[in-house]
């Protein structure tokens, strides 16, 4: 990268920091960054709803293996789980059984019968609201020697995975289903408008944890070029690209990671 | 030796009576689990090829297609946590090749 195109990325970047910031985008911090409160049910149950973070499951398993072979939907309140579901071995109880081993750890069950989550310990690692203080030491503790990337400070997953720090399963005896390695390395440039530079979409990055399910057709219906078009505002609301990159995967103020290619 | 007699005779009678009567709701039990495990297996036949969609022939797509929405009002018929969980996997990889076979014509 010459001196022309370093000083060209760094006022891009202060100029996407503008349209990013007045659509309400701010850096979230890394321990409460993919926090999804799972609560459909849980207040008509009289129980507390359950604050579930990404970052303690993305180090063990692929995004797939959740959201399409365990079956969790990709919108809120899609999946319809319920304590029914899980205690007969579906959604959360595909893995937490008791019995399905992790890291040579038992998952501990989840949802017992009774419904008085006071009496039933068990209920309140999952069905409790965080404590700060522990999330913030427990993110820590687990992210201490994971490679960090970006403004956010947040892991960075892919090189954490190609250095062999984690092994994400993509197979679940008895939930999975044997499939041949998927193979996709077409990489597409989405254009941009104006003066942004264009995005570089790796389908190899992108698949490799997702397969093809997970965003075709719900995320994208369509694979035609210039049949969709996008906006920064749309996504920093939760569409297209910010389905995951404004919950899961890295933050969308991070203009840089995804407007790659050089200024037409 | 009367009475052991008596006992001989009556287990005799016991295991012919087993005999006749068990393989009834043995094989009703293996013909109610057979249907369940037919399902399954068809939906892991079909949903196998998901990761191989992009490359296969365009017949082939309808045919996964067909199969799909065949075995749907079997899923929908499944007790509910296996509808809830089975129905959305079933649609997630029809649409799937669907969504090929729309890209494919579009192209």
Known sequence: ?264 | MSRARGWLAASVLGVAVAAVALPGPVALAQGQGAPAQDWKKEFEEVCAKTQDAMALPLKELESLVARCDKLKPTIEKLDESQRKVYARRLKVCRDLYQFVIESRVKE
């Open chain 1, 1 to 264: 990268m010459t001196g022309v195109d370093g000083l060209r990325r760094l006022a891009l970047a202060v100029l996407l920091a503008a349209p990013t910031a007045s659509a309400g985008v701010s850096f979230v911090p890394p321990q409460r960054y993919g926090q999804v409160e799972l609560s459909s049910r849980s207040y008509a149950a009289k129980v507390p709803p359950v604050v579930f973070d990404h970052w303690r499951h993305r180090a063990r398993f692929t995004c797939r293996l959740c959201h399409v072979d365990v079956g969790f939907a990709m919108s809120a309140g899609q999946t319809e789980i319920s304590a029914s579901t899980n205690r007969s071995g579906y959604h959360c109880g595909a893995c937490h059984n008791g019995k399905t081993v992790v890291g040579g750890t038992p998952v501990f069950a989840s949802c017992s019968a009774g419904r008085n989550v006071d009496e039933a310990p068990r209920c309140r690692r999952c069905h409790a609201t965080p404590d700060p203080a522990r999330l913030k030491k427990d993110y820590e503790a687990f992210a201490a020697k994971l490679p960090k990337k970006g403004v956010a400070g947040g892991v960075d997953w892919e090189e954490a995975e190609s250095k062999g720090h984690i092994r994400p399963l993509d197979f679940l005896e008895g939930v999975s289903i044997h499939r041949a390695p998927l193979r996709m390395d077409k990489e597409i440039v989405i254009a941009s408008s104006g003066w942004m530079t264009d995005v570089l979409f790796s389908h190899r990055k992108h698949s490799v944890w997702n397969g093809c399910e997970v965003c075709h057709p719900e995320i994208y219906p369509s694979t035609k070029s210039g049949t969709r078009k996008t906006s920064m505002i749309q996504i920093s609301a939760g569409d297209s690209c910010g389905v995951c990159h404004t919950k899961v995967a890295f933050q969308i103020a991070e203009c840089q990671r995804c407007h790659v290619n050089p200024v037409k």
